[in-house]
């Protein structure tokens, strides 16, 4: 690894900068991840061994937020809030920007701490601008701080960032694990109508992990949301996350080994979001771990699919790899499109729509 993860002492850290960095390192762990359980090992994409197009046909072509974008793919957001998050933040951006991804920036909290944390992060983010002028960038903030801010804030934190939409995250079972947790939802559901009224760029709704049920999806009908990214069950894991920083034999570390498989799988929260969402822009996460993962949410309806982790990985091991990893997301995707038979991936979705 190039750059990142040096170890520094505790003492010289504030500690919201060390629980970032203790995140950062802990997500990396593989024993961290819900693997197997997003449901896509029991996706299955109908060949087709006569396709009638060249591969050179297949476009990957998609919508992000109604409008066009190169491609579908997205970097989730990751956390910021430590040192080397500007470092690693430009060298995605740089990439994003240079293959047509959106990239969703971490937790913009500590922007919220107070004026010189805001104004730092106004520098950081016009260096990235300045490096990737034409990224699709998406802010990100916790529904906790989503019910406790004014919008007049909440305004320049996106404006702060020049992002094209704000994230907000749910993530419920985290808070209740982090001993700094804020688990305080109450108010959520208001604060996030307002927020989709007022704020004047599209609201993304997304989990962090252990994805949407229908019974929570059923309530974000009608909330005026620009899309739903259901991030599910199958890859990081804040519970294991969580359940790792915590003392060994403590009642939070037992409390999150019980809870290690808690949540919906990525392709029920899908099919969920599609049944009773379906008017709603619909972004997937949550496990996807190669092109064809990607191909199969896409196949369920999916009109954008991100990546967290694997992201985070790449990246770490330098802008090459980074890229390297990029082109085989892409090429894994087109050749599921090839091999189904489809030229783009809205007729991928009509194709299995049709089919099933
Ligand atoms: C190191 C790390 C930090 C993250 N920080 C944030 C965050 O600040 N805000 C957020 O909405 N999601 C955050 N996530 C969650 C991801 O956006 C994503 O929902 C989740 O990791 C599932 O995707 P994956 O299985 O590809 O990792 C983070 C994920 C990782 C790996």
């Given at each position: 690894?190039?750059?990142?993860?040096?170890?520094?002492?505790?003492?010289?850290?504030?500690?919201?900068?060390?629980?970032?960095?203790?995140?950062?390192?802990?997500?990396?762990?593989?024993?961290?991840e819900a693997r197997g359980l997003s449901g896509l090992d029991a996706v299955?994409?109908?060949?087709?061994?006569?396709?009638?197009?060249?591969?050179?046909?297949?476009?990957?072509?998609?919508?992000?937020?109604?409008?066009?974008?190169?491609?579908?793919?997205?970097?989730a957001?990751?956390?910021?809030?430590?040192?080397?998050?500007?470092?690693?933040?430009?060298?995605?951006?740089?990439?994003?920007?240079?293959?047509?991804?959106?990239?969703?920036?971490?937790?913009?909290?500590?922007?919220?701490?107070?004026?010189?944390?805001?104004?730092?992060?106004?520098?950081?983010?016009?260096?990235?601008?300045?490096?990737?002028?034409?990224?699709?960038?998406?802010?990100?903030?916790?529904?906790?701080?989503?019910?406790?801010?004014?919008?007049?804030?909440?305004?320049?934190?996106?404006?702060?960032?020049?992002?094209?939409?704000?994230?907000?995250h749910l993530n419920p079972l985290q808070?209740?694990?982090?001993?700094?947790?804020?688990?305080?939802?109450?108010?959520?559901?208001?604060?996030?109508?307002?927020?989709?009224?007022?704020?004047?760029?599209?609201?993304?709704l997304k989990e962090t992990g252990c994805g949407f049920s229908p019974r929570t999806l059923?309530?974000?009908?009608?909330?005026?949301?620009?899309?739903v990214d259901v991030s599910g069950l199958g890859g990081t894991h804040w519970g294991?996350?969580?359940?790792?920083?915590?003392?060994?034999?403590?009642?939070?570390?037992?409390?999150?080994?019980?809870?290690?498989n808690w949540g919906e799988p990525t392709v029920d929260a899908v099919r969920a979001a599609c049944?009773l969402?379906?008017?709603?822009?619909l972004w997937a996460s949550g496990g996807v771990r190669?092109?064809?993962d990607a191909?199969k949410l896409?196949?369920l309806g999916a009109?954008r699919v991100g990546y967290a982790k694997?992201?985070?990985?790449?990246?770490?091991?330098?802008?090459?790899?980074?890229?390297?990893?990029?082109?085989?997301?892409?090429?894994?995707?087109?050749?599921?499109?090839?091999?189904?038979?489809?030229?783009?991936?809205?007729?991928?979705?009509?194709?299995?729509?049709?089919?099933?």
């Amino acid at each position: 690894m190039d750059l990142l993860l040096n170890d520094r002492p505790a003492a010289l850290e504030p500690g919201f900068e060390q629980r970032k960095r203790d995140h950062l390192r802990l997500a990396l762990a593989p024993a961290h991840e819900a693997r197997g359980l997003s449901g896509l090992d029991a996706v299955h994409l109908m060949h087709d061994a006569l396709p009638e197009l060249d591969l050179e046909d297949v476009r990957l072509d998609a919508q992000l937020l109604g409008q066009a974008a190169p491609t579908p793919f997205f970097v989730a957001g990751m956390t910021a809030g430590h040192a080397d998050a500007p470092a690693l933040n430009l060298r995605l951006a740089r990439a994003c920007a240079r293959r047509g991804w959106a990239l969703g920036v971490g937790s913009q909290r500590r922007q919220l701490a107070g004026p010189a944390e805001l104004t730092g992060a106004v520098d950081q983010w016009r260096r990235l601008r300045d490096a990737a002028p034409g990224l699709v960038l998406i802010g990100n903030l916790g529904l906790s701080q989503i019910v406790a801010t004014p919008l007049p804030l909440l305004r320049r934190l996106v404006q702060s960032l020049d992002a094209q939409a704000l994230a907000v995250h749910l993530n419920p079972l985290q808070e209740c694990l982090q001993p700094e947790g804020t688990p305080q939802f109450r108010g959520g559901l208001a604060a996030l109508r307002d927020l989709c009224a007022w704020l004047g760029v599209p609201v993304v709704l997304k989990e962090t992990g252990c994805g949407f049920s229908p019974r929570t999806l059923a309530k974000l009908q009608g909330l005026g949301l620009g899309a739903v990214d259901v991030s599910g069950l199958g890859g990081t894991h804040w519970g294991r996350v969580e359940g790792a920083r915590a003392e060994e034999g403590s009642p939070l570390a037992l409390a999150a080994a019980t809870f290690a498989n808690w949540g919906e799988p990525t392709v029920d929260a899908v099919r969920a979001a599609c049944r009773l969402l379906p008017d709603t822009e619909l972004w997937a996460s949550g496990g996807v771990r190669s092109g064809l993962d990607a191909a199969k949410l896409i196949a369920l309806g999916a009109k954008r699919v991100g990546y967290a982790k694997p992201a985070l990985q790449a990246a770490l091991w330098g802008d090459a790899a980074l890229d390297d990893w990029m082109a085989r997301q892409e090429l894994e995707l087109r050749i599921a499109l090839f091999c189904s038979g489809a030229r783009t991936p809205a007729e991928m979705r009509r194709l299995h729509t049709a089919e099933h």
